[in-house]
């Protein structure tokens, strides 16, 4: 009876390890990571993808260690920490988003932790799924870069604009700060298209973006705001400071020598932001100084 009890045993342990091969086999032909950690944040399991060995480190490296104790960066083992500390609160799966430092690159990975439980229901490790989304990042940047800017100039858009003009008057609300906006107009630039056509126009379009861009500091905000007419943030600036700028730009651009058209002008519209104004407001302003210096003769600075 005992040869026989023993012989069950051996069936049963057979089967059991079939079936562990099984998963390991499985799990090894999946494209995402897979890596179970304790209640503490230890890892005690780690499957990876047969065919991805560039981009996981092997499972010797983890097994066994704290989450902050293998040797990633300590934003990475944080963010594991986090998420483990989370589902201990909410005990619901969720979602997150991680960078590592792979091959001197970057890349993004994507996970999902959910919890494991014992056969009493209760609560004794996590499962965490991650996949590589580099691509994915890569492309909602693109989208989100397409979104933002003008695409001919590469420029900020006059959707961008307003975004960031509404943040700086919220900000300059708060801390009491001035900023100032230029507007520029180019001069004549009708007479560019219908002389020498659109394509020198375009070009003539870029070569000033690159100008004005070589010209202002990192912290100000360029941006086509329709046609030939170009409009420029410039944070913890005073108007007397800004029509300085303006008036290096102007300088700049008409010495610059642009190929087929020669000399270039252009008009320029310079306001401080006052205390309490909306954003129509301060854009009527310097709209309005615009419209003086082109009444003026163009080619010059005005300052409201």
Same mark, same amino acid.
């Given at each position: %009876? #005992? ?12 089967? /059991?390890?079939? @079936? ?8 090894? !032909?999946?494209? =995402? ?18 065919? *991805?060995?560039?981009?996981? #480190?092997?499972?010797?490296?983890? /097994?066994? *260690? ?12 944080? @963010? ?16 997150? =988003? ?7 690159e970057n890349r993004w990975f994507g996970a ?9 229901? *209760?609560? !004794? ?11 994915r990042k890569r492309w909602e940047k693109q ?10 100039? *590469? ?25 100032? /906006?230029? %507007? ?20 003539? /379009? ?27 943030? %410039? ?5 007397a400071t800004a029509a300085e700028a303006a008036?290096?730009?102007?300088? !700049?651009?008409?010495? +610059? ?10 008009? +320029? ?10 954003? =129509? ?24």
């Amino acid at each position: %009876m #005992a040869a026989k009890g023993e012989g069950n045993t051996s069936k049963r342990e057979n089967e /059991l390890l079939r @079936a562990n091969q099984r998963l390991i086999s499985i799990l090894g !032909s999946i494209d =995402d990571l897979i890596f179970v950690l304790d209640e503490s944040g230890h890892y005690i399991e780690y499957f990876q993808p047969a065919d *991805k060995p560039e981009l996981y #480190a092997p499972p010797e490296r983890f /097994l066994g *260690k704290h989450v902050m104790d293998t040797g990633m960066p300590e934003a990475t083992a944080r @963010a594991h920490l986090d998420a483990i500390n989370k589902f201990k609160r909410t005990g619901k799966p969720f979602e997150y =988003d991680y960078q590592i430092p792979i091959s001197g690159e970057n890349r993004w990975f994507g996970a999902k932790i959910s919890g494991l439980k014992d056969l009493r229901g *209760k609560l !004794s490790g996590f499962i965490v799924v991650t996949r590589d989304i580099t691509e994915r990042k890569r492309w909602e940047k693109q989208l989100e870069e397409l979104s933002i800017t003008d695409p001919l100039t *590469k420029a900020y858009n006059r959707l961008r604009f307003m975004s960031a003009l509404e943040a700086e008057i919220r900000r300059s609300k708060r801390y009491v700060s001035s900023f100032s /906006l230029v %507007m520029l107009d180019i001069d004549h630039f009708k007479s560019i298209n219908d002389e020498h056509g659109h394509d020198t126009g375009d070009q003539i /379009l870029i070569a000033i973006t690159e100008l004005i861009q070589g010209e202002i500091r990192d912290t100000d905000l360029l941006s086509r705001w329709g046609g030939e007419e170009f409009i420029l943030l %410039m944070t913890h600036t005073d108007g007397a400071t800004a029509a300085e700028a303006a008036e290096r730009i102007r300088q !700049s651009l008409e010495t +610059f020598p642009f190929q087929t058209v020669g000399g270039v002008t252009a008009s +320029f519209g310079v306001t401080e932001y006052r205390s309490a104004e909306g954003s =129509d407001t301060v854009l009527k302003r310097v709209d309005e100084a615009l419209y003086r210096a082109k009444h003026r003769g163009r080619n010059r600075v005005v300052y409201d």
